[in-house]
């Protein structure tokens, strides 16, 4: 009787496909090579713990630069995708020694990442959180399955023999920025960094390791359990899939309520308006408790008492309590004279964060000079900032570079000059296959013209006249005096005396 419903085919039918994966499919996979590429990438080494620390500080840089292109270069370098799938496979045939082979390998890896970016961040002048490191501070549902399909395609791509899809899989799940992240947050100590980071990566990696377990077992990778115990496994990789979708699922939908609520500020401010006036500048502070709202607007007619009955309506339509902060700028009658004021407002600010950054360059300026602020010369308009140091204990002429370098990291559009106090200059100059030494050049050169005085190098001709041209490329003022090794930098007075 199958010409009605077909239900007894179902179960023969069923046979036949597993029939033919078992023979087509999974009889085509070398598990024994599988498994033991995935045991020698999940093993402590030398390699391992190299490259983790190179791909960590490639990406906290990249972060605190807030460059993709040298996060992505981070991802790729990162070696901490061999543990974690190896953790899946371990699951998967029952070998406990694997597993915490594995997991130990992760474990070290992943606190010396940390380690290392904390340092990184800690002795930085930059500390503060750039776009690329917000982006992985709010993890949502759509990382999960992120992760989730990324590591499907990895591990179908080692059980398959065909891991070049791994160099695309390594950029999709991005394990060593989260980890970064959380060394930035530990070194500045900053929880919502921290804890937002590490949820990303606790996500990444469960869920990689999880879905290669799965796939792993599709492919006949298994442990001779009884059925009991492989139902027990199956539920419980079902319930750690839950216990991370509903958190992540509940910041999602934070993350578009959010959005939402923009759009929605942004209506019901023109609405109160004139069609001719113009939205300036609006952000909301939904951290804070009532929600910030603070809005400008240019407007030909000024609308006086609005922000009472408008903050109760925005509450009412976003479900949440706000305090508005509504400032009108009464404009032009044309739609031209405001725009003209967007203009000019745009221009104001531009100009106080301009002074707001000139503040703390002087300030910083003043910091390692030993100086008040008010001794540091600050051009704007030429962006050139200029301090005369106090003598520091125990500071030498490598030392007030040293300084000066630090407060110019990360203004490439500015001229740092800290100008050295008086002091000698007796810089032995090493030589090596006639070649002086460059670095020791450098600071003659920083020195000669921070100090603006003139160099008198004293040794072996050949070498002094090398010396001397590269000092002259720089722009310092040189006179060579012919004498005995070793090769020595002086003051031009100071020599003459």
């Not at 992985?136 to 395609?153: E, G, H, I, K, Q």
């Not at 401010?269 to 500048?281: H, I, M, P, V, Y």
């Not at 490439?412 to 030494?437: K, N, S, Y």
């Amino acid at each position: 009787m199958n010409d009605t419903t077909g239900a007894p085919d179902a179960a023969p039918s069923f046979a036949r496909l597993r029939e033919w994966w078992t023979v087509h499919v999974v009889g085509q996979v070398d598990q024994a090579e599988v498994t033991e590429r995935r045991r020698e990438e999940g093993k402590l080494s030398e390699h391992y713990l190299f490259m983790t620390a190179m791909s960590g500080g490639i990406a906290i840089l990249g972060l605190l630069l807030s460059s993709p292109a040298v996060v992505i270069g981070a991802m790729l370098l990162s070696p901490l995708m061999g543990p974690i799938m190896g953790l899946g496979f371990a699951l998967a045939i029952g070998d406990w020694d694997w597993l915490k082979q594995c997991l130990r390998t992760l474990m070290i890896g992943s606190v010396m990442a940390v380690i290392l970016c904390a340092v990184l961040v800690f002795i930085s002048p930059i500390q503060s959180v750039t776009s690329e490191i917000a982006a992985r501070t709010r993890p949502n549902l759509f990382d999960l399955f992120v992760a989730l399909f990324s590591a499907l395609a990895g591990a179908y791509a080692m059980i398959r023999g065909r891991e070049g899809a791994i160099v695309g899989v390594a950029i999709a799940t991005a394990l060593m920025p989260p980890l970064a992240v959380v060394g930035f947050g530990f070194a500045t100590w900053n929880w919502t960094v921290f804890s937002g980071a590490l949820l990303l990566f606790v996500t990444n990696f469960i869920t990689i390791a999880l879905t290669a377990f799965g796939l792993a077992r599709l492919y006949g990778f298994r442990a001779r359990h009884s059925r009991r115990q492989s139902q027990l496994q199956s539920f419980m990789v079902i319930a750690v899939f839950l216990a991370l979708a509903v958190p992540l699922g509940f910041a999602l939908q934070r993350i578009a309520w959010e959005a939402n609520a923009q759009r929605i500020v942004r209506s019901e401010l023109r609405d109160q308006f004139d069609a001719r006036a113009k939205l300036d500048t609006l952000e909301l502070d939904f951290a804070a408790k009532p929600v910030g709202i603070s809005a400008v607007v240019f407007t030909p007619v000024l609308n006086p008492g609005v922000e009472t009955g408008l903050a109760a309506s925005l509450a009412d339509r976003l479900g949440e309590k706000v305090t508005l902060d509504l400032v009108q700028y009464e404009v032009g009658t044309n739609a031209t004279a405001a725009e003209r004021a967007q203009l000019s407002a745009a221009r104001e600010r531009d100009e106080r964060a301009a002074s707001s950054r000139s503040a703390r360059l002087a300030a910083r300026l003043a910091l390692a000079a030993g100086v008040a602020e008010t001794d540091v010369l600050i051009d704007e308009a030429r962006r050139r900032a200029l301090v005369r140091a106090k003598p520091l204990p125990g500071a030498s002429l490598a030392t007030y570079r040293a300084l000066e370098a630090r407060v110019a990291a990360g203004l490439d559009d500015w001229r740092i000059e800290l100008v050295p106090p008086p002091l000698p200059l007796g810089v032995t100059i090493a030589v090596e296959d006639a070649a002086p030494d460059r670095e020791a050049l450098a600071l003659i050169a920083w020195a000669a013209l921070r100090a603006d005085r003139a160099v008198v190098l004293t040794g072996p001709a050949d070498a002094a006249e090398v010396a001397a041209d590269v000092l002259r490329d720089a722009g310092a003022a040189v006179t060579v005096r012919e004498g005995p090794a070793p090769l020595s930098a002086g003051w031009a007075q100071d020599a003459a005396q």
